[in-house]
């Protein structure tokens, strides 16, 4: 637990960053932010320092990388062309729902998921999830957090059709 704590306090201190409340981390200490897909999974680990440690200021910092997430890439992110990105905010999203109760962030979650789904479902190859929105190829990078992320918003949104749309993923 302290060479974790270490780690995560030596990370904070090198990369994050705030503007107001909207919160960064950088790619180096020198550079821009993080990409896409980087920040959901910046988003998760300090959700997961949380479950650790139930330290409050991860969920500010969750907070403020959230509102620095949709400075940059908006509510709604059809732009990103790489399906499993999206999954990814949406798993971050819904999980700070979980922790915090900010409907902001179970929305932004259920929107998104219920955009990439209707762009990216196809029964070819057998079904589920296009990886990008050119439909070359299916893989687990995309199917297996939209099955998570679609088990989540269950949870969340406390709607059936995403219990049945993650066994159908799955599946």
Same mark, same amino acid.
């Given at each position: 637990? +302290?060479?974790?704590?270490? &780690? %995560? $306090?030596?990370?904070?201190?090198? @990369?994050?960053?705030?503007? !107001?409340? #909207? ?32 330290? +409050?200021?991860?969920?500010? &910092? %969750? $907070?403020?990388?959230?509102?620095? @997430?949709?400075?940059?890439? !908006?509510? #709604? ?37 219920? &955009? ?11 079904? !589920? ?43």
């Amino acid at each position: 637990a +302290a060479d974790a704590e270490a &780690m %995560f $306090s030596g990370y904070s201190r090198a @990369f994050y960053f705030t503007q !107001g409340t #909207n919160g960064y981390f950088r790619q180096t200490t020198a550079g821009g932010k993080t990409w896409f897909w980087e920040r959901a999974e910046q988003m998760e680990m300090l959700l997961d320092v949380y479950e650790r440690t139930t330290n +409050a200021q991860c969920l500010i &910092m %969750f $907070s403020n990388v959230f509102n620095g @997430f949709l400075t940059d890439h !908006g509510r #709604n992110w059809h732009k990103n062309e790489f399906n499993d990105d999206i999954m990814w905010a949406v798993i971050a999203c819904a999980r700070g729902y979980q922790h915090t109760g900010n409907p902001t962030f179970r929305d932004v979650a259920r929107a998104n998921f219920d &955009m990439c789904f209707a762009r990216a479902w196809s029964t070819n190859l057998g079904g !589920g999830l296009w990886w990008k929105v050119d439909n070359q190829s299916k893989n687990a990078c995309v199917n297996g957090p939209a099955t998570i992320a679609a088990y989540l918003l269950s949870q969340v949104c406390a709607e059936p059709k995403y219990l049945t749309l993650a066994q159908q993923i799955f599946s």
